[in-house]
Nanobody
């Protein structure tokens, strides 16, 4: 069993930066791939970025490539999403998630554990 607590959201102006953190409990965390998803009002939950269990493989949504960066520290059971050059369309609730597999995946149904979500609001 893995429990996830995500944090770091807030209100930022367009062009600004935020770093989201995901703290995981459970000794198996380091064996699981992780992802960050987001969900805006009236829209489906979508993948933002994913990272394999070693951190050696990553995947990003086209809309965030070159602006966002996912990373993890398995020694501390932490994962991060660094978000730069934020745009108003990045406004959403962001969720960290992990799956009982070492490889990345792109759909929410492939993830087994979820954080509670953290709100990111980007003003124009």
């Amino acid at each position: 069993q893995v429990q996830l607590v995500d944090s770091g959201g807030g209100l930022v102006q367009a062009g600004g930066s935020l770093r989201l953190s995901c703290a995981a409990s459970g000794r198996t965390f380091s064996s699981y791939a992780m992802g960050w998803f987001r969900q805006a009002p009236g829209k489906e939950r979508e993948l933002v970025a994913a990272i394999s269990w070693t951190g050696g493989s990553t995947d990003y949504a086209d809309s965030v490539k070159g602006r966002f960066s996912i990373s993890r520290d398995n020694t501390k059971n932490l994962a991060y999403l660094q978000m730069n050059s934020l745009k108003p369309e990045d406004t959403a609730v962001y969720y960290c998630a992990c799956r009982r597999s070492t490889v990345v995946a792109r759909t929410a149904s492939q993830y087994n554990y979820w954080g509670q979500g953290t709100q990111v609001t980007v003003s124009s």
